[in-house]
């Protein structure tokens, strides 16, 4: 399975369930950016989220990712 679609099975529906937003935005390398809405633009365990997401990876893929999150706040859109 591709990075992609496990994410979007996997890791963003249980973010999700806890009111926050991730989506995949770009991969290069070992490196994944992702966009942060919702409540994960303001989440204090945001970096927490995002090294459980890199273990599933590492867990269900065997590879090593490492995500970045660019929070994009709806209020801050024209």
């Known amino acids: 399975m591709e ?3 496990f994410f979007d099975s996997e890791i963003a529906p ?3 369930a806890d ?3 991730l ?3 770009c991969e290069e390398g070992g490196t994944a950016v ?3 809405k919702g409540e994960c ?3 204090i365990s945001l970096d927490r989220c995002l090294r459980w997401a ?3 990876v ?3 893929l065997g590879r090593e990712i490492r995500f970045t999150a660019v929070p994009d706040p709806f209020l801050w859109r024209r």
């Open 3 to 5: 990075l992609k679609a």
């Open 14 to 16: 249980c973010v999700r």
């Open 19 to 21: 009111g926050g937003w």
């Open 23 to 25: 989506e995949l935005e």
């Open 34 to 36: 992702l966009k942060a």
């Open 41 to 43: 633009t303001r989440c």
């Open 54 to 56: 890199e273990s599933r």
């Open 58 to 60: 590492k867990q269900e």
